[in-house]
């Protein structure tokens, strides 16, 4: 009986190449999974492709709703944004997609899983390490790691061999997209002295063709996710969905990013983003509007390291979930509703509000009605000043 090998396939080139390879390597019969986290593609096409190649199997599961409850969501809690800038969208959706290829291995009885990634990237640290946590019973394949193939050499090996791929050697580039998020990789990218072109582009229209007039979006939030578009209910995926389309018609959301990837290597990497950048810059004010000055400042803290574990892999790691314990704590006061102006390109918080708002008009009016005391100020700006004011003096009388 052949081996069973369960791969995790996008209908990318590095998958559709990853079927053939297999086959051919370990004389294995290859079972293909595809899982939906609204990569917005034809998953019928992508599981005609997969048998046109030779798999024996498809499974193509929806996990969208599971994506945006219990992977976005702890991530706009921890307004999460790798080096300032990445909002994560296809590190969170690697351990849910492990999650489902594991559960189909062990359906299937197959030996081994594998999945496309690169000896580059971050995305095989992340495939790797979910695996050997959650079935450290199953062999890991990566053939485009282990075969050492550039992506050009992919292509040919794809065309020589009658494999339907995406990509042509004209328009190379390599693209992962969820609801939270959408990269692109390879080609002119490569310099980071190009501008992107503007064919990379699919959900974001140029910030110079968007509307002359700017629209005004309101986002409802409880316990620190959002729950209402402009007063509408929404279930969490719809509110995703409304808000990328809503922010990419103002072309919102693009990022043009050097970042620094898990391995050593300083990438250029351009992302589109429109719902992640409206939540979490709505979800950011809010919680400066209901948090205290101690509990934001220590929060940036947790933040960043909650943030680079999911970036690196370690969605598992029981430190992550340690952290999501303080974050969710802190979320229990994050009740409002933000407004936010998009127009050209930017989105700028222009209102908030909540029944929790720490903010009192009455102390920081500066009418005369306010019940702050300005006298109150001198006494705490000389106590405030003792430790500068001591060294100041002791530097110069010459103390070293």
Not at 175 to 196: F, H, K, M, T
């Amino acid at each position: 009986m052949k081996e069973k090998v369960v791969l995790a396939y996008s209908g990318g080139l590095d998958t559709s190449v990853a079927i053939r390879w297999i086959q051919e390597k370990y004389n294995a019969d290859v079972v293909t999974v595809t899982v939906d986290v609204g990569q917005q593609e034809d998953l019928a096409k992508i599981e005609s492709n997969s048998k046109v190649v030779g798999a024996i199997r498809h499974y193509s599961i929806d996990a969208k709703e599971e994506f945006v409850e219990n992977y976005v969501h702890p991530a706009v809690k921890a307004n999460a944004l790798y080096e300032g800038k990445y909002p994560l969208s296809t590190a969170l959706a690697r351990p849910l997609i492990v999650n489902k290829l594991v559960e189909v291995a062990r359906k299937e009885k197959a030996t081994a899983v594998a999945h496309g990634s690169t000896g580059k990237g971050n995305d095989q640290v992340r495939f790797d390490v979910s695996i050997k946590v959650s079935a450290p019973e199953l062999k890991i394949i990566a053939p485009i790691r282990e075969w050492n193939l550039s992506r050009d050499e992919e292509i040919k090996y794809a065309e020589k061999n009658g494999i339907p791929i995406p990509v042509s050697l004209n328009r190379p580039y390599s693209v992962d997209q969820n609801l939270w998020g959408r990269s692109i990789e390879a080609g002119i990218l490569e310099d980071p002295a190009q501008q992107p072109p503007e064919e990379i582009y699919e959900w974001t229209v140029a910030p110079e063709k968007a509307p002359t007039e700017p629209e005004y979006v309101s986002i409802g939030f409880e316990n620190g996710v959002p729950v209402t578009v402009n007063g509408a209910k929404m279930s969490p995926l719809k509110i995703v969905q409304t808000l990328n389309a809503k922010a990419g018609s103002h072309g919102i959301g693009r990022i043009d990013h050097m970042e620094d990837r898990l391995v050593g290597i300083k990438s250029r990497e351009c992302y589109e983003c429109p719902a992640a950048t409206v939540v979490l810059d709505a979800h950011k004010e809010l919680e400066k509007t209901v948090l205290t000055r101690h509990e934001l400042q220590f929060k940036q803290q947790v933040e960043a390291q909650w943030t680079f574990l999911v970036y690196a892999g370690l969605w598992m790691e029981p430190l992550r979930e340690d952290l999501d314990e303080f974050i969710d704590k802190t979320q229990e006061r994050v009740t409002g509703e933000v407004k936010l102006k998009l127009y050209k390109g930017s989105a700028t918080v222009v209102s908030r509000s909540s029944p929790l708002s720490l903010y009192d008009a009455n102390l920081a009016t500066y009418n005369i009605e306010t019940t702050f005391d300005q006298k109150w100020s001198e006494g705490f700006i000389e106590i405030w000043a003792l430790p500068t004011k001591a060294a100041s003096i002791l530097k110069s009388k010459g103390v070293k």
